[in-house]
């Protein structure tokens, strides 16, 4: 069964850093979204992409953070001069563009940040 | 805005026993989706089961059934015939059928099972 890939798997960056995680939606999917979890605390959403723009962004996804899909196949999340507050696991999650489908999700990256 | 409640933070039932996991939400929509997406030690997020909030018949998946209230804005999981491999975090969560797909989560239920 398809899967979405996340890398890496577990992401060690000094404090104001840059940081890219990457995703690999699933093939025929055209909706790609990134979630965060902090440790011990709810799974939120940060930011949906569809058609190559943002459909949809939460409160979290401020300048410093962007998305791309610089190719046919990645979808990458960044964060521009990381804090100590973004170190969570971040998933990422796809979907095809039909309301009654519903999202798969990735392993997830867990950002530490030192 | 949408939230969601599970108020069990950890629930224990004991092998081929039957668990019922518990989650609230709100919300002033009529139309919208319903999830329980289950997180074993391995991380990745798996859809368990999914109801249409329009449709009165509970959703239910070989040992996974849902008890919904749509007036009570309830949305309970049921587990039948407890398997060691059910044991992991399940969370609830809402997606609105009129205003974009995002997901809002509760803050999960760890489940262990014992043998």
């Known amino acids: 069964e398809p899967e979405v890939t996340q890398t890496p798997s577990h992401q060690v960056t000094q404090m104001g850093q840059e940081v890219i995680l990457r995703c690999v939606p699933i093939?025929?999917?055209?909706?790609f979204y990134w979630y965060r979890q902090i440790l011990g605390q709810k799974v939120e959403f940060l930011v949906s992409?569809?058609?190559?723009?943002?459909?949809?962004k939460s409160e979290i996804f401020d300048d410093q953070f962007s998305v791309e899909r610089p190719d046919g196949s990645n979808f990458t999340l960044k964060i521009r001069s990381t804090k100590l507050e973004d170190s969570a696991m971040y998933f990422c999650?796809?979907?095809?563009?039909?309301?009654?489908?519903?999202?798969?999700f990735g392993d997830g990256t867990r950002l530490s940040i030192l | 805005a949408q939230t969601v409640t599970q108020s069990q933070p950890e629930m224990s039932v004991q092998e081929a026993e039957t668990v019922t996991l518990s989650c609230t939400y709100d919300?002033?929509?009529?139309?919208?989706?319903l999830f329980w997406y289950k997180q074993p030690p391995s991380r990745q997020m798996i859809l368990v089961i999914r109801?249409?909030?329009?449709?009165?018949q509970n959703a239910t998946e070989n040992r996974f059934s849902v008890n919904f209230q749509k007036a009570a804005k309830s949305f309970s999981l049921k587990i039948s015939d407890s398997q060691l491999g059910d044991a992991a975090m399940y969370f609830c969560?809402?997606?609105?059928?009129?205003?974009?797909?995002?997901?809002?989560f509760g803050a999960g239920t760890i489940l262990r099972v014992k043998s």
């Open positions: 999650a796809s979907s095809v563009p039909r309301d009654d489908q519903p999202q798969h």
């Open positions: 992409f569809y058609n190559n723009e943002i459909s949809e």
């Open positions: 109801q249409e909030a329009y449709k009165q």
């Open positions: 919300t002033s929509e009529s139309d919208y989706y």
């Open positions: 969560a809402y997606r609105s059928m009129e205003y974009g797909n995002k997901l809002v």
């Open positions: 093939s025929n999917h055209l909706y």
